[in-house]
């Protein structure tokens, strides 16, 4: 099965250093974390790795490991970086034909921070990523799905409205998305097009967020939880979420009023939620709390290629989340985006001895 995926290319640096500090604000609703250094300090680097990265490279590399054939539509720039990013795609069995190669312009580049909780900062630069221009004339053709991933640049408009031109054709591929900060900025309506040929939206928690412009419900207050002991327990009544999930069931409904078919919102450790149109029910599914976390980095991109892979198969949404939790977890456990991206035959045995179980949840 062919698919087209658009998106960045990068080449990743990982770096965890000896000395950690997270510095939290908590309120009686909501928490946030910031990773701290001391100012003006120097600090050992205990670990110091090279990985590629980049939506487009990452979403390929695990379709590719699945079976699928992809064909990625990015830009790379003409430095030794691009040599390496290139080596990388081959070795994976994936066609760099539609990848544009610039002159005089550094590939994108990223430097991940890992801190001791398997959390990452990521600094980086977009490069070349910026300049990928037009696809070229009948390369969609023949393409049984498109991927969309985070795109940028002058091009953007003009590749959204290619895209758009073979959603709503007759024969129409199969379209799963995942929009950048840029396209979720402007809002529904002026996404109202693309949003009402998309398969499967991918977004996280914070994602939905900007896109609908209104916030997530905690389901009970982090301060409450704190009291109860409950930050890590599956607390939970029939046909309700489980206490530690947000709310988003609101922002959904507003999503998919735009004509997206099914809405997949993803939330770190408290899980995914999965959403479709003109159904009074939706889909919870936990995460494998247990498991051990490295590098949290290309997670979702392993939830969401496996999610799209396994509906592309026929598989059921409930069984879609299951999969797709599961690979992701095998990410977070090896440092980088694609170390963890298992083969079909290993993803099934773990599929089987899984005990993940999703939740049918009412409106």
Not at 71 to 87: Q, S, T, Y
Not at 133 to 153: E, F, R, V, W
Not at 207 to 212: G, I, K, S, T
Not at 312 to 330: M, W
Request: proline share 3%; hydrophobic share 35%.
């Amino acid at each position: 099965m062919n698919i087209a995926v658009f998106g960045s290319l990068t080449l990743d640096l990982f770096i965890r250093p000896s000395q950690t500090q997270v510095i939290s604000h908590v309120s009686e609703y909501e928490r946030s974390d910031f990773l701290a250094f001391p100012h003006g300090g120097k600090i050992v680097a205990d670990h110091i790795e090279e990985q590629f990265g980049g939506g487009a490279s990452n979403i390929s590399v695990s379709l590719a490991r699945l079976g699928f054939c992809p064909h990625i539509f990015g830009a790379i720039g003409d430095d030794f970086p691009a040599e390496n990013i290139l080596k990388n795609l081959s070795k994976n069995g994936i066609s760099s034909e539609n990848i544009q190669q610039k002159n005089k312009m550094r590939s994108g580049f990223s430097v991940i921070i890992n801190s001791f909780d398997g959390e990452r900062t990521v600094l980086f630069t977009s490069g070349a990523n910026t300049a990928f221009q037009t696809i070229p004339k009948n390369a969609l053709q023949k393409m049984d799905a498109l991927y969309l991933c985070h795109l940028s640049g002058v091009n953007t408009d003009q590749i959204f409205q290619e895209i758009s031109s073979q959603i709503f054709q007759k024969n129409r591929p199969f379209f799963a998305w995942n929009p950048g900060k840029e396209s979720l900025s402007l809002g529904i309506s002026q996404n109202a097009k693309l949003l009402s040929g998309t398969n499967i939206l991918f977004l996280n928690r914070e994602e939905a967020e900007v896109l609908v412009q209104e916030k997530a419900i905690p389901n009970e207050s982090y301060g409450e939880k704190v009291r109860k002991g409950d930050l890590k327990g599956i607390k939970k009544q029939k046909n309700k979420l489980p206490s530690y999930a947000m709310r988003v069931s609101h922002l959904a409904k507003k999503i998919l009023e735009s004509g997206v078919e099914t809405l997949v919102i993803t939330d770190g450790q408290r899980g995914s939620q999965i959403f479709i149109s003109h159904q009074k029910k939706y889909f919870f599914c936990p995460v494998e709390e247990d498991a051990e976390r490295v590098d949290t980095l290309g997670a979702g991109d392993a939830f969401a290629s496996t999610f799209t892979a396994k509906k592309l198969l026929g598989k059921s949404l409930p069984e879609c989340a299951v999969y797709a939790t599961i690979r992701a977890t095998s990410v977070v456990g090896k440092v980088g985006a694609q170390n963890g991206l298992t083969t079909t035959k290993t993803l099934e045995a773990q599929y089987q001895k899984s005990a993940l179980k999703v939740e049918e949840v009412h409106f």
